[in-house]
């Protein structure tokens, strides 16, 4: 295939639940700095669509246009070589009327297409996959990638605690808490059976777990490993912890054996600030009076909920 220039700009598509939103809109503002109720977002931020729970897919835009015909007019000088491609018209339910376009004609545009892009098209196992779409008055083509939802394959571990966070928001948690994981270093200091550090070393992220129980520290670390995984979990309190990390992620304990009294959780905040540069607090009860006593300031939150039981996640530095 040719070499093809990026504009740098990248496109991604959403699906989530009402219950979602307002976690999924808290992730896309941790990536992006912006949120949108459309579904669709145009960043120069370029993130991996199979980190987050939300996103459906990417497109790494190479050529955009005011019409069809603008892009029509660009993909001439694409030529696959000994490559072979597909090119899909992303379905997008959240577009405005005027951009909507039905099946029949997406099918015909991805033929067009197809039809003017020299070399092989293979709708089954193309070496690349295109993408279409009109967003926001504009015509959008690039390299097209789709998400795995990685998570899925985590949903399944040896030990369980039936009041973990699903793996759904303990990923998005995670990429909350470290949307850029170059060069940064987190750790959850209450680890309980390690949700979170499966999802975040899942993703590379840099985090190390600690807990008080060493039941749950021992099926944390087994729970790691089962995923082939590698992440340290150590044993102890947060009150030892020694080292700075530029993100905390703190799920405060609230199932029946390590329950954290209004004392506990102050106490657990307190001991987080001085180690901590950025702290997300999953929690199921209204903490913000302990989180400003702790010396945290609250910059951004969320509800994440399942039915009628929901969790604030806050955003802290």
Request: glycine share 6%; aromatic share 8%.
């Amino acid at each position: 295939m040719n070499q093809l220039e990026r504009t740098g700009e990248f496109i991604y598509t959403y699906a989530y639940t009402n219950d979602e939103e307002s976690l999924c809109h808290l992730e896309m503002r941790s990536f992006f700095d912006m949120d949108t109720h459309t579904k669709i977002i145009k960043s120069s931020n370029e993130i991996n669509p199979s980190r987050s729970p939300f996103m459906k897919e990417r497109i790494e835009v190479i050529f955009e246009g005011d019409e069809l015909s603008d892009i029509l007019k660009q993909v001439e000088v694409v030529n696959m070589m000994e490559s072979t491609f597909k090119v899909i018209f992303v379905k997008i339910n959240d577009l405005a009327l005027t951009e909507k376009v039905d099946y029949q004609q997406k099918r015909e545009i991805e033929r067009e297409i197809g039809m003017i892009i020299e070399g092989e098209a293979d709708v089954h196992h193309p070496d690349m996959t295109f993408g279409l779409v009109p967003f926001d008055g504009r015509w959008y083509f690039g390299e097209y990638l789709k998400s795995e939802a990685v998570w899925l394959h985590h949903l399944k571990k040896p030990r369980e605690y039936s009041t973990a966070l699903s793996t759904r928001v303990a990923r998005a948690v995670a990429n909350i808490a470290v949307p850029k994981p170059n060069g940064v270093k987190a750790i959850d200091p209450c680890c309980g059976i390690g949700t979170v550090l499966v999802e975040a070393l899942s993703m590379g992220i840099d985090i190390v777990g600690r807990d008080i129980n060493p039941l749950v520290v021992l099926g944390s670390r087994e729970n790691i490993a089962h995923f082939g995984l590698t992440g340290d979990v150590d044993l102890g309190p947060i009150a030892e912890v020694t080292s700075n990390y530029d993100a905390t992620i703190i799920d405060m304990p609230y199932n029946l054996y390590t329950h954290a009294t209004p004392e506990d959780q102050l106490s657990i905040l307190k001991h987080a600030r001085p180690f901590s540069k950025k702290l997300v607090v999953v929690t199921i009860d209204t903490i913000d009076h302990m989180i400003e006593e702790a010396g945290f300031h609250i910059i951004d939150r969320c509800v994440a909920k399942k039915g009628i039981f929901s969790r604030e996640i806050l955003v802290c530095q």
